[in-house]
């Protein structure tokens, strides 16, 4: 069974930084490319950004609205993938989640960006 | 990119059909969509995957009350014999090489 475990969410004042992680399970995660996909309470769903595998060079991209202070990352050796937040807006509260591909999603995480 | 355009809301009566629309932007029109439920509260969860030919395959225990089809720009998501449980948020999605396109989602309301 897939699994994806998101954690390391939280209250976080505005400028400040945090780093989600997304522990995988269940299928080839050195193989599948990982993406983050976010929600603000109460809209839809928005496309943060995407790593794909080693064998693509880890290339990364990102959605224009957080190009620049987001970075995403993985460790094959801890089926794990990173979203790091840096720079934090009120506008970038929401859930986060991770995904592996269209078909499998996380729980997703909370993130409040706040004074 | 492609854009994805869905109407805001839907509503249908218990045991009832409803046909959801996703249509895709000028120019992507043959592209492969998928369609997500997200109920309130939760994770959203992949129902299917929809080629422009009408084509789908559906996710691990996505129940046959669930189909999809295609006509040009527009795929499609009908639910039949509506249950209370499908009262949810519907989401479709596509993709090219460097990102993912969500539309702005369906909320179905089950009457």
Not at chain 1, 48 to 58: E, F, H, M
Request: aromatic share 10%; hydrophobic share 30%; with cysteine.
């Amino acid at each position: 069974e897939v699994q994806l475990v998101e954690s390391g969410g939280g209250l976080v004042q505005p400028g400040g930084s945090l780093k989600l992680s997304c522990a995988a399970s269940g299928f080839t995660f050195s193989g599948s490319a990982m993406h983050w996909v976010r929600q603000a309470s109460g809209k839809g769903l928005e496309w943060v950004g995407r790593i794909r595998t080693k064998a693509n060079n880890y290339a990364t991209a990102y959605a224009a609205s957080v190009k620049g202070r987001f970075t995403i990352s993985r460790d094959d050796s801890k089926n794990t993938a990173y979203l790091q937040m840096n720079s934090l807006k009120t506008g970038d509260t929401a859930v986060y989640y991770c995904t592996s591909s269209i078909a499998y999603w996380g729980q997703g995480n909370l993130v409040t960006v706040s004074s | 990119q492609p854009v994805l355009t869905q109407s805001s809301s839907a509503s249908a009566s218990l045991g009832s059909s409803v046909k959801l629309t996703c249509t895709l932007s000028s120019g992507h029109s043959t592209y492969i969509i998928a369609w997500h439920q997200q109920q309130p509260g939760k994770a959203p969860r992949y129902l299917m995957k929809l080629e422009g030919s009408g084509s789908y395959n559906k996710g691990s225990g996505v129940p046959d009350r669930f189909s999809g089809s295609s006509s040009g720009a527009d795929r499609y998501l009908t639910i039949s014999n509506l249950q209370s449980e499908d009262e949810a948020d519907y989401y479709c999605e596509t993709w090219d090489s460097n990102t993912r396109v969500f539309g702005g989602g369906t909320r179905l309301t089950v009457l």
